[in-house]
């Protein structure tokens, strides 16, 4: 039966240990496994009087203090070679991710009111109808005189001959008004406000 490295035995009297270095079987011996208390004593362990739990951990049924003192009283046998094993500590290092803070954030938004006074424009049209009763060549384009649109109406009037006669003429003058008709407007910003959450760790 083989067995890893790091298994842990746990013998009769509850007395916990570790497989540190597998032997292989010498001679007419069975396979050997040297197992380590938390004491730090190395103790010889047949690997067939060992029972495998469903764990992943092996039972002794006796106790590893009675194979040290067996193995110590009885001594060895003078044919067989002393083995002594020769350990080695590694290093292993991983990494893990910790949390150690959470970050809430906040948003807030604000309100405030502003005063608005923007200029607004706004014409006013006023019309004014010129009577002429002049006759002319025929029918006069629109004109501009001093910012004031003229519109001349003509017909045709039968005297002694055909003439243009002007009948009147329509004045229309633009007004431009500059007027200020404040408003308040609501205008709204956030804000964010960061807090830290400490981890639950820290709390215990």
């Given at each position: 039966?083989?067995?890893?490295n ?15 270095l597998?032997?292989?079987p010498?001679s ?16 010889l362990?047949?690997t ?5 739990q469903?764990?992943?951990?092996y039972?002794?049924?006796l106790?590893?203090?009675?194979l ?14 002393m083995?002594?094993?020769v ?14 803070e959470k ?8 309100e ?11 014409d006013n ?14 029918p ?8 004031t649109t003229i519109?001349?109406?003509v ?5 002694v ?7 009147e ?11 200020h008709?404040p ?5 709204r910003?956030?804000?964010v406000?960061v807090?830290r959450?400490?981890?639950?760790e820290?709390h215990?």
């Open positions: 039966m083989h067995i890893a790091s298994s842990k035995v746990k013998d009769k009297d509850g007395v916990w240990g570790t497989v540190v597998t032997l292989p010498l007419s011996n069975a396979a050997q496994v040297v197992v380590q208390t938390e004491s730090g004593q190395q103790i362990v047949p067939d009087i060992l029972v495998q469903p764990d992943g951990n039972y002794l049924p106790g590893l203090a009675e040290q003192h067996s193995g110590s009283e009885h001594g060895r046998d003078q044919d067989e070679p083995v002594l094993p350990l080695v500590e590694e290093l292993e290092v991983q990494k893990r991710l910790v949390e150690t970050v809430r954030i906040t948003k807030v938004v604000h405030r009111e502003t005063l608005v006074d923007e200029p607004l424009l706004h049209v006023a019309i004014t109808r010129v009577p002429i009763q002049r006759v002319v060549d025929g006069m384009p629109v004109r501009e005189e001093n910012g519109i001349s109406i017909e045709e009037v039968l005297v001959e055909k003439r243009w006669m002007l009948r003429e329509i004045h229309i003058r633009t007004q431009r008004i500059e007027m008709k408003q308040r407007i609501t205008l910003s956030e804000e406000q807090e959450v400490p981890h639950a820290e215990k």
